[in-house]
């Protein structure tokens, strides 16, 4: 069953798409991993809400129609309709289905051929079903829809899939932190509940070699750290037999004899 915000805090909009009847509202609601979508029906004649559906889609899923219907992919990918269950418990006890479908119809003889997706949005009577989910029971008591040409279409997804990114971006140290509080919390319950079992080995390469640990220094003070490291001491020079002493001897006598 779909989570359900009781904060009362308002969600921006991600995106809002109107026609001459019918409003599209996407809602942020990232903080619990979803997107929210709203068709809203209205009277121009008397500017009057005539109906109102709303439903969730989680961030994963929300991304694949991202991608597939940017990349014109719906049609070939999903055979032409994607159709998505959820629900949740109201605050009576009551349990309310919704349902929302896409759908790529150009109808016959390609009437709808300008407008070919089709967004459904049913609100009714919901049962819990075995694997913790929420099925329709009965006839929705609310169902709207709107058609939207592909252009349009793509121009609502580009700017969820934008909108997604950022937000991703801007928490994601906190989107990993959350993470890694349920892997622990997992793998505590797999463990037992001890806190000390929970495995956290890595595996170590075959040739690995530990490094042996030096004895550590005390810590230095700014004038050792600024100061430059005295030279080493040079060796003491020695003079070498031999040399050029020879070469000296023989030009003295050359000179003394020319002389």
């Known amino acids: 069953?779909?989570?359900?915000?009781?904060?009362?805090?308002?969600?921006?909009?991600i995106y809002v798409y109107a026609t001459n009847k019918s409003f599209l509202n996407v809602y942020d609601a990232l903080r619990i991993e979803k997107i929210k979508i709203e068709v809203a029906g209205y009277d121009p004649a008397t500017n009057r809400q005539t109906g109102h559906a709303s439903a969730w889609l989680d961030a994963h899923e929300a991304r694949l129609i991202a991608h597939l219907v940017t990349n014109r992919l719906f049609p070939a990918v999903t055979g032409g309709k994607w159709e998505k269950f959820g629900g949740s418990q109201r605050d009576d006890g009551s349990i309310e289905s919704r349902t929302f479908t896409i759908e790529w119809d150009e109808g016959d003889g390609g009437r709808y051929a300008r407008f070919p997706y089709r967004l459904t949005i049913a609100n009714g009577p919901g049962r819990k079903t075995q694997t913790g989910g929420v099925s329709p029971a009965g006839e929705p008591s609310a169902r709207l829809n709107m058609r939207l040409p592909e252009a349009d279409m793509m121009k609502v997804m580009l700017a969820v899939g934008a909108y997604m990114q950022a937000y991703e971006a801007a928490h994601h140290h906190r989107i990993v932190a959350d993470r890694m509080r349920e892997l622990n919390a997992k793998m505590a319950e797999r463990s037992g509940g001890r806190p000390d079992a929970v495995s956290r080995d890595v595996e170590t390469p075959a040739d690995f070699e530990p490094v042996t640990p030096t004895t550590p220094?005390?810590?230095?003070?700014?004038?050792?750290?600024?100061?430059?490291?005295?030279?080493?001491?040079?060796?003491?020079?020695?003079?070498?037999?031999?040399?050029?002493?020879?070469l000296n001897r023989i030009d003295k006598s050359r000179a003394s004899r020319a002389g």
Do not use: F, H, V
Not at 2 to 9: A, D, H, N, T
Not at 219 to 244: E, F, H
């Open 217 to 246: 220094q005390g810590p230095r003070t700014s004038s050792q750290s600024q100061a430059p490291s005295a030279p080493a001491a040079r060796p003491t020079l020695r003079s070498i037999p031999g040399g050029n002493t020879d």
């Open 1 to 13: 069953m779909e989570e359900r915000e009781k904060s009362g805090r308002l969600s921006p909009e």
